[in-house]
Nanobody
Framework: VQLQASGGGLVQEGESLRLSCVGS????????IGWFRQAPGKEREEILC????????YYADSVKGRFTSSRDYAKNTVYLQMNNLKPEDTAVYYC????????????????WGQGTLVTVSS
């Protein structure tokens, strides 16, 4: 099982960026994918859990209305679309796999990808 996050970069405040998380060794049909971020000197924050069914997904208040997630089952990939980026969104972003296809299970995350750096300048 592997997850590969990519798509980070340097953008200006107010711009958009799309991150990708490609899964291998498992099928997205059976797993929710979470997005986390960790800013310098801060704890890791769960910002979004993308369930198989959209109604089961979770968005942190800090990104609600600006970030969305989508899935491409053919590519076994989950995308994180980030709009109206702010300097406080600067962080290393990670994707992770849950044991279930929904976000409210008790099993948590059981596989992690490496991070991709997003830097938002003002």
């Amino acid at each position: 099982v592997q997850l590969q996050a990519s798509g980070g970069g340097l953008v200006q405040e107010g711009e958009s960026l799309r991150l990708s998380c490609v899964g291998s060794g498992f099928s997205l049909n059976y797993h929710a994918i979470g997005w986390f971020r960790q800013a310098p000197g801060k704890e890791r924050e769960e910002i979004l859990c993308a369930a198989k069914y959209a109604g089961d997904s979770y968005y942190a208040d800090s990104v609600k209305g600006r970030f969305t997630s989508s899935r491409d089952y053919a590519k076994n990939t989950v995308y994180l679309q980030m709009n109206n980026l702010k300097p406080e969104d600067t962080a290393v972003y990670y994707c992770a796999r849950r044991g279930a296809y929904y976000c409210s299970d008790s099993g948590g995350y059981n596989a992690w990808g490496q991070g991709t750096l997003v830097t938002v300048s003002s």
